[in-house]
């Protein structure tokens, strides 16, 4: 079973960028469809963007469509969320996510990385 870590998240003020990262460990990467949760306090987990095994499949809440772009490099074991015009409404604890063949729910998460966007 893959193992998640996540690294990138920080202080940024707002209209700045954040790249955000997730290595993955323990299992064949290219095998697992990737994910980016976040959750805001007080709120619930929210899906932010997925991606397919090759990377040719794409999605991504409406709230950070044309903001937000994801990728991976799979030789790299290594999911990539680059986040752009960030707003405060961003601010939030960003999660990696993974699904075996990329079907089903995600089932194996990291621990998360904060990101906090000042106004």
């Known amino acids: 079973q893959v193992q998640l870590v996540e690294s990138g998240g920080g202080l940024v003020q707002a209209g700045g960028s954040l790249r955000l990262s997730c290595v993955g460990s323990?299992?064949?990467?290219?095998?697992?469809?990737m994910g980016w949760y976040r959750q805001a306090p007080g709120k619930e987990r929210e899906f932010v963007s997925s991606i397919s095994r090759e990377g040719d499949d794409t999605y991504y809440a409406d709230s950070v469509k044309g903001r937000f772009t994801i990728s991976r490099d799979n030789a790299k074991n290594t999911v990539y969320l680059q986040m752009n015009s960030l707003k405060p409404e961003d601010t939030a604890v960003y999660f990696c996510?993974?699904?075996?063949?990329?079907?089903?729910?995600?089932?194996?998460w990291g621990q998360g990385t904060q990101v906090t966007v000042s106004s």
């Open positions: 996510a993974a699904r075996y063949y990329g079907m089903g729910q995600f089932n194996r």
């Open positions: 323990g299992g064949t990467f290219s095998l697992y469809g």
